[in-house]
Antibody, heavy 118, light 108 residues
Framework: QVQLQESGPGLVKPSQTLSLTCTVSGGSISSGSYYWSWIRQPAGKGLEWIGRIYTSGSTEYNPSLKSRVTISVDTSKNQFSLKLSSVAAADTAVYFC??????????WGQGTMVTVSS | EIVMTQSPATLSVSPGERATLSCRASQSVSSNLAWYQQKPGQAPRLLIYGASTRATGIPARFSGSGYGTEFTLTISSLQSEDLAVYYCQQYNNWPPWTFGQGTKVEIK
């Protein structure tokens, strides 16, 4: 059974770049034809899909964040990563990774809290 | 972007009673609709995909129905452990995939 674990700094300064990694265990990130996604959730609010990377390496992003988001994959480490640039307080949220999926998100990481503050 | 609207915002149901949650899409999403359950401090858990197919290990008291723009999640006999926020999500049109704002189920 695939398991996901997010990691990265819990505190990021405004205008800097948020960087998170999702480590995949129990399966290979490069096997099959699937997507791997990032989703976030501000405290007390709903879920926002950030973007996804396909097994081939192609990516799609939420248009509302597209100019600031980069998702990449490192198959040698069985990880995929999120970079969000020029962060502000509105980017404070719990960040989840999810996958492998084709449509619905059936496996999620536990989530990691990221606070944007000076 | 497809907007998903859930109702009601909060639902109070007595144990053993039926809970009915609604989700409406701003345009047709066919049957590409999922439901998730999120308990405090936890990641969402997939309950239903394809509008009506239960995910692995999901109890039979959870059922989904609908097509196009109108969808329903039904909990046939509410249990105390069903206290949670429930989200619908469309994966028919992207980017972006979008979620509803959630329905909080309270135990009366």
């Amino acid at each position: 059974q695939v398991q996901l674990q997010e990691s990265g700094p819990g505190l990021v300064k405004p205008s800097q770049t948020l960087s998170l990694t999702c480590t995949v265990s129990g399966g290979s990130i490069s096997s099959g034809s699937y997507y791997w996604s990032w989703i976030r959730q501000p405290a007390g609010k709903g879920l926002e899909w950030i973007g996804r990377i396909y097994t081939s390496g192609s990516t799609e992003y939420n248009p509302s964040l597209k100019s600031r988001v980069t998702i990449s994959v490192d198959t040698s480490k069985n990880q995929f990563s999120l970079k969000l640039s020029s962060v502000a307080a509105a980017d404070t949220a719990v960040y989840f990774c999810a996958g492998p999926h084709s449509g619905a998100f059936d496996i999620w990481g536990q989530g990691t809290m990221v606070t944007v503050s000076s | 972007e497809i907007v998903m609207t859930q109702s009601p915002a909060t639902l109070s149901v007595s144990p053993g009673e039926r809970a009915t949650l609604s989700c409406r899409a701003s345009q047709s999403v066919s049957s590409n609709l999922a439901w998730y359950q999120q308990k405090p401090g936890q990641a969402p858990r997939l309950l239903i995909y394809g509008a009506s197919t239960r995910a692995t290990g999901i109890p039979a008291r959870f059922s989904g129905s609908g097509y196009g723009t109108e969808f329903t999640l039904t909990i046939s006999s509410l249990q105390s452990e069903d206290l949670a926020v429930y989200y619908c999500q469309q994966y028919n049109n992207w980017p972006p995939w979008t979620f509803g704002q959630g329905t909080k189920v309270e135990i009366k």
